[in-house]
Each structure stands twice: as C-alpha cells, then as structure tokens.
C-alpha cells in the first residue's frame, strides 16, 4: 500500500514540473513531533519572490492520503524584524482547487497579508496537525509487548515550488525504541530524534518516502464521538455535561487478557494499555461528576486552584488496544466568568474542545442550550466547522430553548479556542419558571379551597338535601350539648379537688368561694344549654337521638345537686370540726350514687357518640 | 354570647389539631422519603440488588416502545434459547407505576431519567404507605393511633430494607397497595358505602398487578368475614365490603396476563369463593329472617340447611376432585412452601436455593421490627378493647402474618405493617392514658397527693414498655367481671328483644368496657404517669436510632459495590460494574453471556447482552443445565456451553478480597439443582465426607469441575500459595491450565471472571501439533523480517 503511494508520487514529481509561480523556498525547516499519538509537523518557510508581480499567496499541498487526517492547519509570519520580533499575525487559510495540478494532493492556499513584490522574502511557520497518522504496526499484539507504530512521509518537503535548502527532524517519544527507519543519504539519528538532510536546490513536487517504525505506548486515546452540551442558567452557572465514546485506536489486544500479570508487571505486561486520562478544566469548576450508564464510576481524583482544576479520570478498566468505553462528564462553571454584554447582546465566551489532553475527537458536537426565551441567535467559531439550531425541551420549558449545535470532525488539541454564541435575553424571562410554579399551586389551591366550600349537590330542594342539612344543624347542635356537659364534668371534677384540697389544708375560705364560682359557671351552662335542647324538641330529624339527649341532661342536673349536697355536707362538717371517718360516713352513700350518676353519664355520652 | 365565643374557639381548636395532624402527616411523608435516601448520598443514585435491574430494564423497555409493545414483549436477550415472554410473566405493578410516574414527569418538562424515576419510586411509595397506615389506623382505632402507627411505618426497618432508594422491587409499592386495600375494606366495613367498596376492588387490582402476595389478601379477608360471621357480627356492611371485592377483584385480576384463570383456578382462591358463597348464604337467611315470622322462619331453616348441606357436599366433592386431579394440590410451589414449611427443601431446591426464602432467625425479628415485638401483645390487647370489626380485623391480621414471617423471611414485609398497626394502637393508648391522667391531676394540685396509693406501686420502678404491658394485663382480670355480665346482659337483651339493632349492641358493649378501663386507668398517680411517658419517649427513641441505625448501614449497601473500611479509609470495590461495562463495550451485541443465574439479570440490564438463564428462574431444565455445565470437568462443559451458543462464560470469584457470596459458596447449589435434573451430576461426588471443600482434600471431580477451575484459574501466582480468604484454606489444585478456555478479563479485585470459549480445535491431533509447530515458526520468522522492515 505504502509502496504503491510512494512510487506514484514519485512519477508525479517527474512529471509534472512545472513552476507554479515566481516563489521559491529558500530554507525550509521541517519538524515532525511523534511524541504523541498526533503528529504535529511545525515548518518555517522562508518564501522568496524572484519573479517581477507580488504574490499575495502561498500554496500548501498535501497528499490526500495525509489530507484526510489533517485535523488543523494554521500558518503565522514574523512580522517586521528587531524591536517588534515576535509578534505574530496569524494568516486565513482555505483551501484551494488550483487548475492544472497533479491528482490526489489538497490544496491549502495562505493569503500574505500583503503582496510580496519582487525580492522580497517572508518567513512563514505553519503548523499542522494530523490524526491516525501514526499506524499500529503490527496491528494486533499480545499482552506482554509493547506497541510499535509507523510513521510515513517524504523525506522531502512536498511543495509546488522549488526548494533550496531543506531540513527534516523527526523527534520521537524519549527513550524509545526506535525499530527501524529508512535509511537516504544524510541521515543521522540522535537520540531520540531523526534526522533527514540537509538536501540542497530540490525541484517542486519532489517526494521520496520514508517510514519510521519505533516503538510508542502513549495513550492512543480517540474518542469515536464526543457531545459537549453547554447550558447556561441565567441564575448563574454554565452546565458543561460531555460524553464520550472512546477507543484504544492503537494496536489491537490479542489473545488473553491476564489480569495477573497486568497487576504484577503493568509496565511490561500492559505498556501498550492506558488506565486514566486528565482533563484539565476552568478555574472555580464546581460539582463535578463522572459516570457511565450504569451508575458513577469512582476511580477519579480532582484537584483544584485557582487558575485550574484538574480531574483524574479512570475508565472503569485499564484500556487495552481496540477496547472502548463509553463514560459522561459533567460539571458547572460560574456564569461570570464566560458570560459577557455588549450592545445589548450577551455573549457566551468558552472553550471549543475537550478538556482532556492528548485526546483525539473524530467527530465533537457541540451543543449550547440558550436559556428559554433567547432570540437572535448566532455562533462564531474560528474555525469551519458545520452549524445548525435545534430547540431543547427541559425543566417546564413552554417553547422550548434555542440550541446552537456546532459539528467538526477530527479535533484536537490545538482547537481548545475560545468560541462566541451572541444572543439577546431578556432578564424578565428568567421569571417565567418560578412564577409558573407559584400560579400552579396557587390554582391548585383554589380549587382545592372552592372545592371544601363548593356544594356540588344537583338538586337543592331534593327531600334528601334537605334532611342532610338539617341533620348536621342537629348534630352540631348535639356537639355543642356535649360540650356543655363535658364543661359541667370538669367543674365537678374541680369542686371534689377543692374537697380534697380542703381535707389536706382545711382552707374553708378557698374552697367556699370555689364552690360560688362553680356554681355560677353551671347555672350559665344551663342557661346555654336551654335554646340548644328547644332546637332539637323542635327538630323532627333529632326525634330518634332526643330522648337520650334528655335522658343525658337529666342525669348531669341528677349528679350537680348530688355533687353540690356533698359538697355542702363536707364542708357543713368540717365547720362543725367532725372528724375525718364521720364525714366520710356521712358521704359514702351520696359518694356511691355520685359515681353511679358519673358513669351513667359518661355512658350516655358515649352513645351519642356513636350516633 | 360565651357560648358561641366558647364554640368558635373550640371549632378552632378542632380545625388547628387538623392542621397540626395534616402537617404531622407530611413529615412523616417527608420522613419516610428521607430516611432512604442513605443510599443515595452514602453511594449513588443507582439501582443495585439483582432482581431490581430486571424492572428497571422492562420500565426502560416501556418508556421506550410504549404500552402495547410491552404486554407483547417476547424477551430474546435473556433464556436463551427460549426466550421469555415478558409481557404475559411480569407483575406490571410496579413498572407500570414507574413508567407513570415518568410520563407525567416528562409530559411537564421535567427530564428526568427512568433511572432516576425508578431509584426514587420505592421512597416515595413508602411514604404513600405510611399514609395508608394512618387511614388504616385511624379507621380501627383513631386519628392518635393513625398517625403514631404512621409513625412506626415510616422507620420500620423491615420495610426499609425493601424500600430505599434504589432498591426498585415490586414489594416497595406493593406493600403500598396492601395497606391501602386493607385500609378501603375497613373503610367499606365501617361506613357500608358501595362507593369505597368499589375502590376496594381497584385497590386491590392494583396489589395483583403489584406482586404475587396479593394472595394474603384474597385469603386474609375471607377469613375475616368469616369470623365476623360465626362470631355473629354480620350486617349488610360486611357484605358491601366482601361481595363486590370478590367478584370485581377477580373479574380485575384475571386481566392481569400473569395471572389470567388463576384467579379462579388455583386453590389460593378457592377461600375467597366458599367465603363468597357462604356470605350470600348468610344474607339470605337474614333476609328471610326479616320478612318472615319466628315460625315460618324455623321451618324455613330445616328446610334450608338440608338443602344446603346437600348442594355444599356436592360442590365440595367437584372441588376437590379438581383439586386432586393436579399433582400440587392446585398449589404453586411457593404457597405450598408456605403451608409445609418444609416442603421446599424437600422437593424444590431452587425456591429453597434463595436466602430469603428460608425461615427467620430470633435476631432477625429484633432487626427487623426492633421494639414493636414488645408493642405488638400490648397493642393486640388493645384491639380487644373493644373488639370491633376493624379492630378484630387487625388481629387477625396479626396473627396470621406473624406465621408466615415465620416460614419465610421475606414475608417478615407483610408482618411488618401488621406490627406497626398494632404498636401505633399501643403506643397512642398508652399515652392517651398518661397525658389524661397528668392532664387530669395537673391543675388540682401543686404538690403530690397520692390519693390512689393502690396503683403507684404498678407503674414508678418498671421499664416502660412493661408498665405498658402491666397495665394492659391487668385488663383481663378486671374486665373479666366485667366481660361476664356484659355477655349476660347481651344474652338477655337477646333474649328481650331479637330484632333489636346490632349497632346498638355493640355500643352497649363498647361502653360497658371503655369506661370502667378508663376509670381505672384515670386514676393513675402523676408521678408514675410521667415516668411513664418519659419511658415511653425513651423506648420510641430507642426505636428511632436503631431504625436510622438500619437504614444508614445495614440495608443502604447497594450489592453491586462493596465498601470496606481499612486503615487508610473506604476502598470500593467496584468489580461488578466493572465486569459488566466490559462486557458492554467489548464484545458483540449478540454474544451470549453465561453465569449463574443470580447474575443473569445484571448482565441484561447492565452489560446488555444475552444470557442463559436469569433470576425469574422459570425453567428449571435450562438452570440445571448450566449448573451441569458447571459442575462437569472442562470438555463436557465447553460442550453444554458450545451447544448453547455461548461465547462467554462469567465467573464471580470472592478468594482474592473475601467476598463471601461467590460462585465456589453457591456452587453446591448448582450441582443439586443439576443433578436434579441430570442425574450422572451426583452430589456426593463433590463432598469430602459430607463435607464441602476445595482444599487438597478436595475429590477429584471438585477439582476438575469447570467452576473450580474458571475461579481458581491462576490464582495460585498471586500469593504463590493459592490461599482462598472466603473458605480461610489453601486450593487444593494450583497449577492448571486451561485447554477449553481463555481468560479475556477480570476484573480489579478478581471478583468478577470472564473467559472466551475457544473455537474447537482441528480433529488429528498429531498433525495440528506439528502444523501448529510450523505455523508458530513460520509466523515468528515472518514477524521477525517484518519487524525489521514493514514496508520495504
């Protein structure tokens, strides 16, 4: 396959020389950074005019093969020289179909920022970053080796111009293994790095392949998918909730898995095998969890300060190659800190990737949910990327939120940008919710309230209606009787206290006028209860219970005159000064009847309860 | 003027102590709902034991594909195989309950998850439960008694262990679903009204959908009207609540598919129909007693009850050959398990092979109902006086629930409610008579006035609970006086007047007892009445902290992680989940999984793969082969299991952390309910002497078989010595290997074991070895040229 590739390019630098334009790359310095499971190529050109008409653009080719994984492409100059060095202007970049150029390469064009006239020079770093570039070779291994992957590219820099003086280091992981690499002419290996040339006044479109085999057990984590969803409460948080589809995109695990030797020797026996990711979020993120669909998942660690906080997260087991998992992040970020107004619009201001580092994204949507009620929506990002708007139903949501939904496939690192999603919101609609909340159970009151009060009977003349009103008028009336009679018990209950408290003390003064007070309580308990028992003689509904209302009144008076002729014997007696076993001689039998009357009482009571 | 100032206060009064019960009710609520939240913030809001995954996947299932999916839904992913039909075996109470609950939730903008729903609908059922405990209450003995037992519902550990959050089982709701048809039959039974009998009927239709012990109610209540009829009680009120349960709750029923004709097949529900018929009778005779004269009516009776006995022998005779015509007595195993609690062991060793299926120890009842046991005879007692219908129906309730949490411990639910009823009972007249007395005392004197020196010696020294139990005891001995007048003064009020109304009759009764007890008890001393209740407070905090104790540590532990404390802090041991979401994310969607059936639920739900057999253990054949499997040496197993289509094979293994509940400890099960079914699996094989063990003294068929070999399989390399902590000795084989299988995973702690059947290998042996050899050559020489040079 890899043969097959280079050899057509190969044909395609012989055949098609031609200049492109007047440009020629005087020195072209080429850095491959395989430390990573991303190949990140870092190249200063120096772009030389010699031609007579300024050129305003400078073309990048890449072969489709490499295109394909480009996941970042960005290219800055040096402007001015001396006191300014250093302050860079980052170029647009966009790619380009230009006519009559070989098959199978993408174009990337670089606009100057301003014309580069005839012998001018400029000095241009373009950066760019490429997913699954490094292949798993061989691409299953049993547990106990490591994992080796190939690299492949040109030992020359593809270009459409010619080039004078290159360069190329390739700069492997430290303290590798380097398997083997193709061996050209000025090739020199150091250490952990490689490198190819210098290589001297090479035509435009020359290729010649090279391939890297060395050894490289970083964590080759890809998460197939990755949704963001960003929620902004007015009430003062950002929710970032994330979920992740991750795989071990390295060398696939052959054969068994021992978690013996895993344990014993995870260096060797697992080297290829990664057990924890750290995601690096905002400063002040509070609420932090991490979880799949089958509950929390508990091996994390969070530490935090104030410019960052850092989370530890470990998939449920070490991930092997080609194992995956599936797992959910969320966490809430203070809405100050990534809200912002201008002119009446308000501006949400937040990190575009994923917060885990050396993560590969093949596909991140990212969704910000608008609070309910936001219009002119917008977003911005620095980068293409496809965009469109749903609406999101959540918590008592009416019309629905806006959402932004922003869709790029290949992410990494270096997309970690800030990117801008303006709305306009009015502040009033934040109240919509509480006040929904607060009407509903008012409502729900009310008619709860008009309910009790309601009469739902149909017919108000109906005999039947009639003979249930009537009948709670009696029985509130009984009630009421009872009460009186319970009234008069307790007084009872209070003048034999006063006996005996005269029996301890001898306090006749106290107890006399207990005995006045008590009597007048009972004469206005029947003057009460008289209206009350002419109601009920006048009720035909009260005929069934009346006698025993009669019987029950009767027997109370029955039980007061007996009360009151003790109460006056035992107090006649002590005047006198009897003595204690006279007095109780002389009372034992209007005791005997006193408890008789108080029990028939109590009974009486007790029936008209019941009915 | 007075008067009506005087009656507006106490109006007030009476609608203040409404307010105050009303709110009184929702702390109890609130504290139901709370107290099993432990689980939650101790751990997480997730479902853990087993049989709650499987609800939790069908309420997944009808969330997702609706109502009518559901009730068809034929399960590929579990039995397989065979499959299991869902819709028509499940009790739907419970999911469709949650599913409910989820819908509405959902109708309002509220996105929840089901999990969520679902981790939460046992909570909020048991605080509905502990209201229907007050209604119940307060329908036998009053408001006081209501919400005290409401109280006692709320904590009791019993039910909490069925009911936190997370622990989504059908008993949660339908413990819920009990009381309140027990609470709208007393409710029926006391007001005669056709409209709560009505109710009564869905109530319990709700129950049947709820959970198989629906069957104590169809029993429990027929007894209960039965007793109300011999002991003379009948009135048309009994018939309202009786009759329209029985022929609306079976009409209801029978539309449950999981239980179709049983409702009137199975010999649970031939109580309720003899009950039915017997009642019909009784109204019958009464009727004819109304509308005849006292000669007539004799005459009517002979002819009657020889008529009668006739019809009765020949339906009983049908009924009884039906009955005989099935080999269980029409009985299902675990009613028959009920009956002779013996029987399981005997006959069935899966429904014996469940923990909860075996009887009850003496401490689990103090676990369990912790004080209330103390409570319960006071609060029987209580019931006794005065016997009504509801409160006779309490006892009875009582009674019977109290055996059956003796046969079975699961059952230990349905006494608990009983227990909280009758100690609510208890516990409110105790205080009732307490308050009363001080209340009584308080303003008459300042100082102390031991008036009745008779009583102070019962109450001041004894511990509170028996000062409850004194002053109950004492009841018998002076009511027996009491009791026999009043039954002389029934019999000659009888005697005077037949026709008079029952009603008033049982008013007679209730006064002639109430107010001497009260009398008697009014005249307790102060002093002894506030150490009383002081004692009383004591106990009920005793309770409090022993049932938070319960539900913040002894039922809040989800099964699925395990926590142990060590001196630097918690280690979890996540191993299950681990195990499962492996399975989930790394293998094939249609690879069936096989294990014991405890985990087949787990591996559904959570890993989402398809299993052999699962806990709804309604195949003995398929179970007791996998226990075969298990059970036979590598090759006869990599068979069953080949034949069956298995890919995977999971193990949980306890020896490396101490797990104790392990396939090794469950593994005699596998050979008994194998070789139950395939008789070469001869247990004695696997026992040493009757005993059972792994050690070197092990017999050769333990150690070959697969589950020895699959838990112990290089075990021996992790300490050099192979030492088992769950069975605390050396394995007896170290150094295997295994030829049928491959290790794919374990997990961190080792608790859990998956290993890959291999595909089979090439028949001629001699050739595959040497092939094998030049294979193995050919492939390392060609790694080695590659490794040089990939592309080149």
Known sequence: MGIRFDLFFLSIAVLCAPCLSDLVLSKVDRRIDLTSQIARFTSTLK????????????????????????????????????????????????????????????????????????????????????????????????????????????????????????????????????????????????????????????????????????????????????????????????????????????????????????????????????????????????????????????????????????????????????????????????????????????????????????????????????????????????????????????????????????????????????????????????????????????????????????????????????????????????????????????????????????????????????????????????????????????????????????????????????????????????????????????????????????????????????? | ????????????????????????????????????????????????????????????????????????????????????????????????TAGTLWWILNSLNIPLSVETVCVFTAPIFSANAAWATYLLTKEVKGTGAGLTAAVLLAMVPSYISRSVAGSYDNEAVAIFALIFTFYLYIKTLNTGSLFYATLNAIAYFYMVCSWGGYTFIINLIPMHVLLCIVTGRYSSRLYIAYAPLVVLGTLLAALVPVVGFNAVMTSEHFASFLVFIIINVVALVYYIKGILSPKMFKVAVTLVISVGLVVCVAVIAVLIALVASSPTMGWSGRSLSLLDPTY?????????????????????????????????????????????DASSFVVLYIATSVYFSGVMVRLMLVFAPAACITSGIALSAAFDVFTRSIKFQLPGLSGNSPIDAGDTSSGSVVAQNETVKTEKKEDPGKERPSRKTEKNEDLSKERHSRKNKKKEKENVEKISVKPQEEKRLLVLPLEASVIAIFLLVLLGAFYVVHCVWAAAEAYSAPSIVLTSHSHDGLHVFDDFREAYAWLRHNTEVDDKVASWWDYGYQTTAMANRTVIVDNNTWNNTHIATVGTAMSSPEKPAWEIFNSLDVKYVLVVFGGLVGYPSDDINKFLWMVRIGGGVFPHIKEPDYLRDGQ?????????????????????????????????????????????KLTHFEEVFTTHHWMVRIYKLKPPKNRLRGKTKKSKAKATATTSSKRSVSRKNPWH
């Open chain 1, 47 to 611: 772009v030389e005019n010699i031609g007579s008409d300024p050129v305003s653009e400078v073309l990048l080719p890449f072969p489709d093969h490499q295109a394909k994984n480009l996941a970042y492409l960005a290219a800055t100059t040096n402007e001015g020289k001396g006191k300014t060095k250093g302050f860079t202007t980052t170029l647009p970049v966009e790619v380009v179909h230009p006519k009559g150029m070989p098959p199978a390469l993408t174009w990337y064009s670089v606009s100057l920022p301003k014309g580069l006239g005839q012998g001018e020079s400029l000095t241009l770093d373009v950066l760019a970053v490429f997913t699954h570039a490094l292949r798993p070779f061989p691409e299953k291994i049993p547990q106990d080796q490591p994992q080796r992957v190939a690299f492949q590219d040109s030992a020359y820099y593809l270009s459409p111009y010619v080039v004078k003086v290159q360069l190329l280091s390739v700069k492997l992981p430290p303290g590798t293994k380097l398997e083997s690499h193709t061996k050209l002419e000025k090739t020199e290996v150091s250490g952990s790095e490689i490198k190819y040339g210098p290589y001297e006044n090479l035509p435009s479109f020359s290729y010649s392949p090279i391939v890297v085999h060395f050894e490289n057990n970083q964590p080759f984590a890809v998460a197939q998918e990755l949704v963001r969803e960003i929620e902004i409460s007015h009430w003062g948080n950002v929710q970032v909730t994330e979920h992740y589809n991750l795989i071990h995109g390295g060398s696939q695990l052959m054969g068994e898995f021992s978690r013996l030797e895993y344990q014993a020797r995870p260096q060797i026996r697992g080297a290829s095998a990664f057990r924890h990711l750290v995601a690096k979020l905002p400063p002040r993120a509070h609420s932090v969890y991490y979880r799949d669909e089958i509950g929390n998942i508990s091996t994390s660690h969070l530490w935090g300060d104030s410019r960052k906080t850092q989370l530890e997260i470990e998939p449920r087991y070490p991930m092997f190659g080609g194992w995956k998992t599936a797992f959910t992040i969320g966490y809430g970020l203070p809405l100050k800190d990534f809200l912002f107004q201008s002119e009446g619009k308000r501006i949400l201001n937040i990190s575009f990737g994923s917060p885990i580092k050396d993560l590969v994204i093949d596909c991140l949507i990212v969704k910000v949910v608008l609070p309910e009620g936001s219009k002119d929506v917008s977003g911005s990002v620095p980068f293409p990327v496809k965009q469109w708007h749903e609406t999101k139903f959540s918590h008592l949501d009416m019309v629905g939120r806006p959402v932004v939904v922003l869709e790029k496939m290949n992410v990494v690192q270096e997309h970690n940008q800030q990117f801008q999603v303006y709305y306009k919101f009015n502040n009033l609609s934040l109240l919509r919710e509480p006040l929904m909340l607060i009407s509903g159970f008012f409502f729900l009151f009310i008619a709860c309230i008009v309910y009790m009060h309601a009469d739902l009977t149909i017919s108000k003349s109906s005999a039947s209606y009639m003979a249930k009103l009537q009948w709670d008028e009696v029985q509130t009336a009984i009630q009421q009787v009872q009460r009186i009679i319970n009234r008069c018990l307790t007084i009872h209950d209070k003048l034999e206290a006063t006996l005996r408290d005269l029996s301890r003390t001898g306090d006749m003064q106290a107890c006399k006028a207990a005995r006045k007070a008590a009597d007048g309580l009972l004469k206005e308990l029947s003057k009460e209860l008289k209206p009350l028992l002419a109601f009920l003689h006048s009720c035909p509904q009260a005929a069934q219970i009346l006698p025993k209302v009669e019987e029950l009144v009767a027997k109370e008076r029955e039980l007061q005159e007996k009360l009151m002729v003790k109460h006056s014997t035992v107090v006649d007696s002590y005047e006198k000064k009897s003595g204690g076993r006279e007095i109780e001689n002389r009372i034992a039998s209007i005791q005997q009847k006193l408890t008789a009357l108080r029990q028939e009482v109590e009974d009486l009571l007790e029936v008209i309860d019941e009915i």
């Open chain 2, 692 to 736: 059972y063990r792994i050690d070197s003294e092990a017999t050769p068929t333990m150690l070959n078989c697969l589950m020895y070999k699959l838990s112990y399989y290089r075990f021996v390399e992790t300490d050099g010595k192979g030492f088992d902590r769950v069975r605390q000795t050396e394995i007896g084989k170290k150094y295997f």
């Open chain 2, 344 to 388: 399981a062991s005997k006959y069935i060793p899966i429904i014996a092979s469940v923990s909860e299926h075996q009887p009850p120890t003496w401490p689990s009842y103090f676990m369990d109902i912790n004080v209330l046991a103390f409570l319960v005879p006071a609060g029987i007692i209580a019931c006794f006086s005065p016997l009504s």
């Open chain 2, 1 to 96: 003027m007075a008067a009506s100032e005087d009656a507006k206060a106490s109006s007030l009064r009476y609608a203040f102590g409404n307010v105050i019960a009303f709110f009184i009710l929702l702390l109890i609520g609130i504290l139901a709902f709370s107290i099993r939240l432990f689980s939650v913030i101790k751990y997480e809001s997730v479902i853990h034991e087993f049989d709650p995954y499987f609800n939790y996947r069908v309420t997944q299932y009808l969330t997702k594909n609706g109502i009518y999916d559901f009730w068809n839904w034929f399960d590929d992913r579990t039995w397989y195989p065979l499959g299991r039909v869902i819709g028509g075996t499940v009790y739907p109470g419970l999911t469709l």
